[in-house]
């Protein structure tokens, strides 16, 4: 007697680990896949100054065990020097974190510089610094005098002989 024979294959669909990372290694997410299928990414981590621009990977039709790290790129911003009348004396874009390097320094007429508004080291945003100046002032006496003979008595000051300048500088 002769029977029929059903035989039925039964297979197990392969499995792969998907491991997100962050920049630093620190596990954001594991997750375990079917064969061909697609991995879930968890929520876009974040890092301070950076902005976060995708993953490493395409975790998409998984046929293997795979990690995917997230990608950052380093914020920038922009730097203003002006100077007191705000004239741009310089634009500079600089990393996050990082330092601007300032123009030379301006100039004045009846003014000495002396400094900038704020600091421009470890620069975390968009800013304006400005040229700050002192007003030159002086208080002294100044005298040019060539062979002069000055005689003075109780009534009188006689002067004779070259050249005497004098003068007084005052403050304003």
Do not use: C, Q
Not at 23 to 40: I, M, N, P, Q, R
Not at 143 to 157: D, G, K, P
Request: charged residues 25%; proline residues 2%.
């Amino acid at each position: 007697m002769t029977e029929n024979i059903v035989v039925v294959a039964e297979y197990t669909i392969k499995t792969y680990t998907v491991t997100f990372k962050d920049y630093d290694e620190a596990v954001l997410k594991t997750e375990t896949v079917d064969h061909g299928s697609d991995a879930t990414a968890p929520d876009n981590p974040t890092r301070e100054g950076y902005d976060f621009t995708g993953w490493s990977i395409s975790f998409d039709a998984v046929t293997e065990n795979i990690v995917v790290v997230a990608e950052y790129t380093i914020k920038t911003y922009t730097v203003t020097f002006k100077d007191h009348d705000d004239t741009e004396l310089k634009t500079e874009i600089v990393e996050h974190g990082f330092s601007a390097t300032a123009p030379d320094n301006p100039t004045r007429e009846g003014h000495d510089f002396t400094g900038w508004s704020e600091s421009f080291d470890a620069i975390t945003e968009d800013i304006v610094i400005y040229a700050e100046y002192e007003e030159i002032t002086t208080n002294s006496l100044a005298a040019t005098v060539y062979r002069v003979i000055i005689i003075v008595t109780s009534t009188s000051v006689v002067i004779s002989g070259g050249i005497l300048t004098f003068f007084h500088l005052k403050k304003f």
